[in-house]
């Protein structure tokens, strides 16, 4: 099993509409949790930080399930300018930093 | 403050060439890395500097070498580049001390081809 696994996607979603994607982790050790997000043909950049059982930042949702090894993003009242992959990476206290492969998402008008 | 800055933004190489990348950082992280991304697999981490002095392989070390030059430098170089090494190379780095933010700093990428 992957260390770190997301659904490819793409996602393609309206304006407006709300999408979730999950990403799973093997590493039950895992401390704490980040979603980047990275635009096409740039670098990765944070998006949010998940330390318990989730955070929320404006129209964006994490939540996490530890009990399932998995942690999720929503997005609320999506923007074309959400349009990007959305990288998972699950932190262990090291610093041997994986991140899951990405999934993809198109906000189309 | 120019952060994270990767050079070259752009090489071609033939196979059997070899090459350094070189990333400096102006953030006083401790930590530095390089990873690189093929459409579909994401990010890959090649080779990690927990701090001065020291580095570690990462999931896919074979064909690369680093150094860490000193807090600011971190190069990688490929001795004799295969074009399966044709991908985007991003430096990265990070605080290494108190509550682990997790965030990682990256800069622009270097694209790298191998004919």
């Known amino acids: 099993r992957k260390e770190v696994e997301q659904d490819p996607g793409p996602f393609n979603v309206p304006e407006g509409a709300t999408v979730a994607f999950n990403c799973t982790y093997s590493?039950?050790?895992?401390?704490?949790f980040f979603w980047y997000r990275q635009d096409c043909r740039k670098e990765p950049k944070l998006l949010m930080s998940?330390?318990?059982s989730g955070n929320e930042d404006g129209r964006f949702t994490a939540q996490l399930n530890r009990a399932s090894q998995y942690i999720s993003l929503l997005i609320r009242d999506s923007k074309l300018s959400d349009s990007a992959t959305y990288l998972c990476?699950?932190?262990?206290?090291?610093?041997?930093?994986?991140f899951g492969a990405g999934t993809r998402l198109f906000v189309k008008a | 403050n120019a952060g994270v800055t990767q050079t070259p933004k752009f090489q071609v190489l033939k196979t059997g060439q070899s090459m350094t990348l070189q990333c400096a950082q102006d953030?006083?992280?401790?930590?530095m890395y390089w990873y690189r991304q093929d459409p579909g697999m994401g990010l890959r981490l090649i080779y990690y500097?927990?701090?001065?002095?020291?580095?570690d392989k990462g999931e896919v070390p074979n064909g690369y070498n680093v150094s860490r030059l000193n807090k600011r430098e971190f190069s990688l170089r490929l001795e004799s580049a295969a074009p399966s090494q044709t991908s985007v190379y991003f430096c990265?780095?990070?605080?290494?001390?108190?509550?682990?933010?997790?965030?990682?700093?990256f800069g622009e990428g270097s694209r790298l081809t191998v004919l």
């Open positions: 990476v699950p932190f262990t206290g090291g610093f041997k930093t994986i």
């Open positions: 590493n039950s050790a895992s401390q704490s």
């Open positions: 998940v330390y318990s």
């Open positions: 953030m006083n992280h401790n930590s």
């Open positions: 500097s927990a701090s001065e002095g020291t580095t």
């Open positions: 990265a780095t990070y605080l290494g001390e108190g509550r682990n933010t997790g965030e990682l700093f």
